[in-house]
């Protein structure tokens, strides 16, 4: 059952080191940039950080990577035109990278929130980030076997929220959300509003309230780095 | 639906009249999906009223053109993380059904840059394969085997000369036999079970081309 909390350190209490995050966001739309400061306030380290991205700038995402908390990153495009903070700690040999194609990288989110085992793909036959992987040919096709990515928590930010933690996103902010909340022990949600029961037409509840535990309401707006090039 | 007799056949073609080009051949009413960079502009030389929908993988169809000062919504960017506008109809959603409409065979049209493409529809756009670059492949394996047809839109020949057209793709691949057509500044290349058909060529011979690629062209 869904629960508001405090502030965004009770949102994230209880993150252990070497968990597996998964932080949604697509470059900064989305980003929780307020769950992530206080992860980097809690201080756990030898996290496991899944994302689409690797950081843009230097806050968020970025400064979680700075303040040295990750051990590795499974994401499908880190190289952006603001991504030095990765960069540097990647040529240094201080973060490890496991690239995932963007698609495998949402579906195998879904598939651990679904309970599915592990599902054929199609993407990245004959390619590179094959290598290892079992295939096998259905009628006709080839595909690759992808197992599923499960976090231990999800950090990701919507709209609004009622108080059991039915949530509404905006635009293209919600990106990995949906997806992220349902694939994690822990889900917890910043929001910039929380109603009450009822206060959400049910027929426009994106993520049910059943996929969220904690939700934060964020006061003001979250700084937002230069935009970075593509993605 | 080709425009064949629109540009100068002389001399090879800007960037712009490339992208007029690919815009004409999308057909209206396509579920179409734009990469980052020079695909992009694709969408500013659609027909309006050609019906086009524009897809992004970060979640949305209806794209817009390009958001700029008080319109700017930092929720609101496309796949390149360019801020954009939503047209009337359009439709928000998240990441896994996105990548299910491309893997899944519902856009009609992407339109794609390229490092290299084989003559057999090999695609390699994603890695340079240098051992100092960081990979970094988003959306482009998915989209790659996903849309009913991928276009790629590149110069053909690189820096140093050399063809990016070629019998087998050098770099590392991202999708394997998935493009059907080839728009370059010197011609466009339509990619049959058969063998290589020059559409149409541009300041160069279909002779003098085939040379530079050592291909022998099928008869289109």
């Known amino acids: 059952m869904a629960t508001v909390v405090r502030d965004a350190d009770e949102a994230v209490a209880g993150i252990v080191d070497g968990s597996t995050v998964l932080i949604g966001g697509f470059g900064t739309a989305g980003q929780p940039i307020e769950l992530i400061d206080a992860l980097i306030r809690g201080g756990a380290k030898d996290l496991i950080v899944v994302n689409n991205n690797a950081g843009n700038g230097r806050v968020g995402l970025a400064a979680l990577l700075a303040n040295g908390q990750v051990r590795k990153i499974v994401c499908s495009f880190p190289r952006q035109a603001d991504s030095y903070v990765f960069d540097e700690l990647y040529r240094s040999g201080k973060v490890e990278l496991e690239l995932v194609p963007q698609g495998n990288l949402a579906e195998r989110m879904r598939a651990a929130g679904a309970g599915i085992g592990a599902f054929f793909s199609p993407t990245g036959v004959g390619t590179p980030l094959a290598e290892g992987k079992e295939s096998r040919t259905i009628d006709g096709r080839d595909y690759l076997l992808e197992y599923p990515i499960e976090g231990d928590v999800a950090l990701i930010k919507a709209f609004r929220t009622d108080t059991l933690g039915n949530l509404v996103y905006r635009k293209t902010a919600r990106n990995f959300g949906p997806v992220m909340a349902t694939a994690a022990k822990i889900t917890a949600v910043q929001v910039s509003e929380v109603v009450q029961p009822g206060g959400i037409d049910p027929e426009v509840v994106i993520t049910p309230g059943i996929f969220v535990d904690r939700i934060v309401k964020i006061v003001g707006v979250s700084p937002l780095p230069e935009t970075g090039a593509a993605g | ?220």
Request: aromatic share 8%; hydrophobic share 40%.
């Open chain 2, 1 to 220: 639906m080709s425009t064949q007799t629109a540009f100068d056949r002389t001399r090879p073609l800007g960037k712009d009249d490339l992208a007029r080009l690919v815009a004409a051949d999308i057909p209206p009413g396509s579920y179409l999906n734009l990469g980052i960079g020079q695909p992009t502009r694709v969408a500013d030389f659609l027909e309006p009223g050609s019906g086009v929908v524009l897809h992004t993988e970060n979640g949305m169809l209806g794209v817009g053109p390009q958001a700029y000062g008080d319109d700017i919504d930092p929720d609101l960017i496309n796949a390149g993380k360019i801020p954009v506008t939503e047209t009337p109809g359009a439709a928000y959603f998240h990441h896994a059904d996105s990548f299910a409409m491309m893997r899944g065979g519902h856009l009609d049209v992407c339109v794609l840059g390229a490092f290299q493409v084989s003559f057999d529809g090999d695609l390699a756009n994603w890695h340079t394969g240098a051992s100092n670059a960081i990979p970094a492949v988003g959306g482009a394996m998915d989209l790659a085997i996903g849309a009913k047809e991928v276009f790629v839109l590149m110069t053909l020949f690189s820096k140093d000369g050399s063809p990016k057209l070629v019998p087998k793709c050098t770099y590392p691949l991202t999708g394997v036999a998935c493009v059907s057509r080839v728009y370059t500044d010197c011609g466009v290349f339509v990619l049959t079970d058969h063998g290589v058909v020059a559409r149409e060529t541009y300041g160069m011979s279909r002779d003098d081309l085939a040379d530079r690629l050592r291909i022998r062209f099928r008869e289109g």
